[in-house]
T-cell receptor, first 113, second 114 residues
Framework: RKEVEQDPGPFNVPEGATVAFNCTYS??????FFWYRQDCRKEPKLLMS???SGNEDGRFTAQLNRASQYISLLIRDSKLSDSATYLC??????????????FGKGTHLIIQP | NAGVMQNPRHLVRRRGQEARLRCSPM?????VYWYRQLPEEGLKFMVY????????ESGMPKERFSAEFPKEGPSILRIQQVVRGDSAAYFC????????????FGEGSRLTVL
């Protein structure tokens, strides 16, 4: 299994719809996980952290399944501004990020009007 | 509180020249990370530094690449004798501590090798 694996997409979704995508990881020692967002040719920015079973922030919900080693991101009532690449991120070491992060290649999301 | 500052934003070099990329972390951050992003690829970890120390350089090619984070001044990623395959976006990120998953990224330096 690759360190971090994501479906690259693109996911073409109509505005207002709900979309979800998964990410699998290989480092079973990881304690925390993150979703970053990257707009075209811009720097990545932290979207959500996932430390236990899941986290919810407005329209965004991140869930963690340790047994199967995957995390998911759910976006409800999608907006045009949600169009971006979503990066699944896992600590490189066994801690919470002590030696940097491993980034997935990202899932490209396109919200269509 | 300025964010992570990288310069130059764009750099063009001919094969065989040297490229120097600079990164000033956010105020109060002492941990710096360099990542490389090739077109249509994900971010690849290169090196992790703290002031005056290289903590982990396992992602950095052994030849031609070096990084430093001196006591005073910005962190510098140096690429000697550049080749076309070095063309990429180089992102610097900083964090306030070691055990955090929140990295603050600069806008990146885009290197083009002719």
């Amino acid at each position: 299994r690759k360190e971090v694996e994501q479906d690259p997409g693109p996911f073409n979704v109509p505005e207002g719809a709900t979309v979800a995508f998964n990410c699998t990881y290989s480092n079973s020692a990881s304690q925390s996980f993150f979703w970053y967002r990257q707009d075209c040719r811009k720097e990545p920015k932290l979207l959500m952290s996932v430390y236990s079973s899941g986290n919810e922030d407005g329209r965004f919900t991140a869930q963690l399944n340790r047994a199967s080693q995957y995390i998911s991101l759910l976006i409800r009532d999608s907006k045009l501004s949600d169009s971006a690449t979503y990066l699944c991120v896992v600590p490189r070491g066994s801690g919470g990020g002590a030696d940097g992060l491993t980034f997935g290649k990202g899932t490209h999301l396109i919200i269509q009007p | 509180n300025a964010g992570v500052m990288q310069n130059p934003r764009h750099l063009v070099r001919r094969r065989g020249q040297e490229a120097r990329l600079r990164c000033s972390p956010m105020k109060g951050h002492s941990h710096v990370y360099w990542y490389r992003q090739l077109p249509e690829e994900g971010l690849k970890f290169m090196v992790y530094l703290q002031k005056e120390n290289i903590i982990d350089e396992s992602g950095m090619p052994k030849e031609r690449f070096s990084a430093e984070f001196p006591k005073e001044g910005p962190s510098i990623l140096r690429i000697q004798q550049v080749v076309r395959g070095d063309s990429a976006a180089y992102f610097c990120a900083s964090s306030i501590g070691a055990n955090t998953g929140e990295l603050f990224f600069g806008e990146g330096s885009r290197l083009t090798v002719l």
